[in-house]
Nanobody, 124 residues
């Protein structure tokens, strides 16, 4: 069991940057692949980025590749998402998630634990 709490969302102008953080409870954080997803109003939740247990492998949606960077610190039980060159279409609620079993990094249905989400709004 793991509990996740996101922080760092806010309002930013297009071209700006934000850094999201996700703090996890529990002593087994390093055993979970982690992901970030987002959901805009009226749209399905979509994959943004994911990172393997040890942090050696990362995965990104095409829409954020080159702009976003996912990282984790297993000693601090945190996973972060650095978002640069933000666009109005990046506006959404961002969620971090943990996956305990094998499955796809890209599918929200394969993640078992979710945070409450943090709002990111990018103004034009």
């Amino acid at each position: 069991q793991v509990q996740l709490v996101e922080s760092g969302g806010g309002l930013v102008q297009a071209g700006g940057s934000l850094r999201l953080s996700c703090a996890a409870s529990g002593r087994t954080f390093s055993s979970y692949p982690m992901g970030w997803f987002r959901q805009a109003p009226g749209k399905d939740r979509e994959f943004v980025a994911a990172i393997s247990r040890g942090g050696s492998a990362t995965y990104y949606a095409d829409s954020v590749k080159g702009r976003y960077t996912i990282s984790r610190d297993n000693a601090k039980n945190t996973v972060s998402l650095q978002m640069n060159s933000l666009k109005p279409e990046d506006t959404a609620v961002y969620y971090c998630a943990a996956r305990s079993y094998s499955g796809s990094y890209y599918s929200p249905g394969d993640y078992d634990y979710w945070g409450q989400g943090t709002q990111v709004t990018v103004s034009s």
